[in-house]
C-alpha cells in the first residue's frame, strides 16, 4: 500500500482568526490535511485492509479501514472507516473532544479519475466509538479497476508556527532503565510486600503499586490482620535483637533473624500466579506481554480480568483493544456469549462486529453450535434481545 501525503493548504478566514484570538493563542493556523493512500487490484473481498498510521497533531493518530466485502448493513457495498488510535492520555477517559473538532470526510477514488465517491463523518469519536465509515462504492464496481485510492480530509487542523522542540512523539524510556525496574519486581530486597499467589510468591514494592492503582492505595491505606501481625512479627524481632546485643549473648554478623522492615502478606487465590505476576510488570514498566496460545495464563482475557478487578485502566484498555483487534467471524460467537457479557463497554464493541459480520457468522459452525446449546449460557436471551433489533435495523436499511 502506497502512501501519499497530498496537501496541508491553509484554509484559515478573518472568522478562524477571531476565533484563534479570542482562544488567546496567536501561534496557530487551521489548515485542512488529507491523507491518501493507494491500494492496488485485484481486491480480495474477503479481507479488511488497514492503511499504515498517520497523524493530525504530534499525539493524535489515525487509520483507515477498508473492507471490501461489505457488511450485514449493506452486504453489496465496500464500507471505508477511520479509526481513531487513542493515545496515552485517551485510555483514560471516555470522551475524547479534541478529536471532534474536525470535520473528517472520507473519499475513494480511482487513480485516473474515472470514478470518485465521498462521505462526510459527522458522528463523535469516544472510548466506545472508536471508528466510523460508510458505504462508499459497489463491490461489484472494484473488480473493474487495477487500483484505487482511500483517503480522508481534516477541515480545522491546528498548525503551529514555532518550531516543535519535543521529540516526536514524546522521548521513550530508555530500555536500561525499563529493564532495571524490572529487574526490582519479585525481588526480596528493598521491597515491603510479599504476596502468596496460590502457593507462589512475588515481591513487590507498596510505593510503586500505590502510586500506580488506586486499588493498591487503597489496600495499603487499609488495616488488615496480615499486615498488622507481620509489623508485629518484625518489631518483636528488633526488640529482641537489641536485647540480646545489649547483654552480649548474641553476635551481630551470626544473626539469625533478619532485620526489615514491615512487610505487608497479601494472599490472592482467584488467578494464575503468571497473570498476576504480568499485572505487576506493567505496573512496574508500563509494559505488558500478551500470549494469545491456548495453554498460555497471559492472554487478552486474562489481562482484561484482572485488570478489571485491580482497576488499572491503561491495562484493561489495552487487553480489550487485543480482544476486538482479534475478532474473527469464527469466534466472535463464542466470544460474546462466553466471556464478554459481564462488561458493558466490550459487550458493545464486540456486537457491533457480530451485527456487521452476520451474514458470514451465521454460516459458520461456531455460531450454529452456539445457538443449539443456547440454554447453557446464563445470558443467552439478553444478549439476542439486544441483537435483534439492530439486526433489523440492518436490513431495514
Not at 458522528?123 to 462508499?136: D, Y
Request: one cysteine or more.
Amino acid at each position: 500500500m502506497a502512501q501519499r501525503f497530498i496537501d496541508a493548504r491553509n484554509m484559515t478566514s478573518a472568522d478562524d482568526y477571531d476565533e484563534l484570538n479570542e482562544s488567546h493563542d496567536k501561534n496557530m493556523v487551521l489548515v485542512r490535511s488529507t491523507f491518501e493512500f493507494i491500494i492496488p487490484g485485484p481486491f480480495n473481498t474477503a479481507n479488511r485492509m488497514f492503511s499504515p498510521p498517520f497523524a493530525t497533531s504530534e499525539n493524535m493518530f489515525w487509520q483507515l479501514e477498508f473492507c471490501p466485502s461489505g457488511t450485514s448493513k449493506d452486504a453489496h457495498s465496500a464500507f471505508l472507516y477511520l479509526r481513531a488510535i487513542p493515545n496515552e492520555e485517551e485510555l483514560k477517559v471516555p470522551q475524547w473532544p479534541a478529536r471532534n473538532q474536525f470535520s473528517p470526510r472520507i473519499y475513494l477514488s480511482h487513480h485516473n479519475g474515472l470514478f470518485s465517491r465521498e462521505k462526510q463523518l459527522n458522528k463523535e469519536f469516544s472510548g466506545t466509538s472508536r471508528k466510523w465509515g460508510k458505504p462508499i462504492c459497489k463491490t461489484s464496481n472494484l473488480i473493474n479497476y487495477d487500483s484505487i485510492k482511500i483517503g480522508v480530509t481534516f477541515e480545522g487542523a491546528a498548525f503551529r508556527y514555532e518550531k516543535q522542540s519535543i521529540p516526536f512523539p514524546t522521548r521513550a524510556v530508555p530500555v536500561q532503565l525499563i529493564n532495571a525496574w524490572e529487574k526490582q519486581l519479585d525481588s526480596p530486597h528493598n521491597t515491603d510486600t510479599q504476596f502468596n499467589v496460590n502457593g507462589h510468591i512475588i515481591y513487590a514494592s507498596s510505593i510503586i503499586l500505590s502510586n500506580r492503582s488506586e486499588y493498591f492505595c487503597n489496600m495499603f491505606q487499609g488495616h488488615w490482620a496480615e499486615s498488622i501481625m507481620a509489623k508485629k512479627n518484625v518489631e518483636g524481632r528488633k526488640e529482641l535483637n537489641g536485647r540480646d546485643r545489649e547483654g552480649g549473648g548474641v553476635n551481630i554478623e551470626e544473626e539469625s533473624f533478619p532485620v526489615e522492615k514491615p512487610m505487608y502478606i497479601i494472599n490472592v487465590t482467584d488467578c494464575n500466579h503468571e497473570t498476576f505476576h504480568e499485572m505487576l510488570r506493567f505496573l512496574y514498566t508500563d509494559r505488558v506481554t500478551i500470549d494469545n496460545t491456548s495453554d498460555s495464563k497471559r492472554t487478552a482475557f486474562d489481562i482484561f480480568y484482572i485488570a478489571d478487578k485491580y482497576l488499572i485502566k491503561e491495562l484493561r484498555e489495552i487487553a480489550k483493544l487485543d480482544i476486538v483487534g482479534r475478532l474473527s467471524v469464527d469466534s466472535v460467537t463464542k466470544v460474546l456469549f462466553e466471556h464478554v457479557w459481564k462488561w458493558e463497554d466490550l459487550k458493545k464493541d464486540v456486537i457491533v462486529y457480530f451485527v456487521e459480520n452476520f451474514d458470514k457468522i451465521r454460516d459458520t459452525d461456531s455460531f450454529k453450535n452456539t445457538v443449539l446449546s443456547g440454554g447453557e449460557y446464563s445470558h443467552f436471551g439478553p444478549i439476542w434481545l439486544e441483537i435483534f433489533p439492530l439486526l433489523r435495523l440492518s436490513k431495514d436499511a
